[in-house]
């Protein structure tokens, strides 16, 4: 059973900085391209940045030069590091994992940038 849970949300305050954890299990997480997702109230979901195998990245123009992805094959992990944080970052954000077998989700984590 795949699993991705995500850890390190929560409120801050704006300019500040977040780093967003995404633990993964039942995957061939080396495999996987892995990615974040947000999605703001009354907004549809929106990609924030993804990674490949090969540590390709992608990141959204709202959040280049802001935020960072990353990941650990050896711990199964991905993370979004998050700077600059402002309250149109505030957002659910979901960790997915994509593997040629399947499209896969986290349950998401709240992070709100306010004052």
């Known amino acids: 059973q795949v699993q991705l849970v995500e850890s390190g949300g929560g409120l801050v305050q704006p300019g500040g900085s977040l780093r967003l954890s995404c633990a993964a299990s039942g995957i061939i997480f080396s495999a996987a391209v892995m990615s974040w997702y947000r999605q703001a109230p009354g907004k549809e979901r929106e990609l924030v940045a993804s990674?490949?195998?090969?540590?390709?990245?992608n990141v959204a123009d709202s959040v280049k030069g802001r935020f960072t992805i990353s990941r650990d094959n050896s711990k199964n992990t991905v993370y979004l590091q998050m700077n600059s944080l402002t309250p149109e970052d505030t957002a659910v954000y979901y960790c997915?994992?994509?593997?040629?077998?399947?499209?896969?989700w986290g349950k998401g984590i709240l992070v709100t940038v306010s004052s």
């Open positions: 990674i490949t195998r090969y540590n390709n990245t």
């Open positions: 997915n994992g994509r593997v040629p077998y399947g499209n896969y």
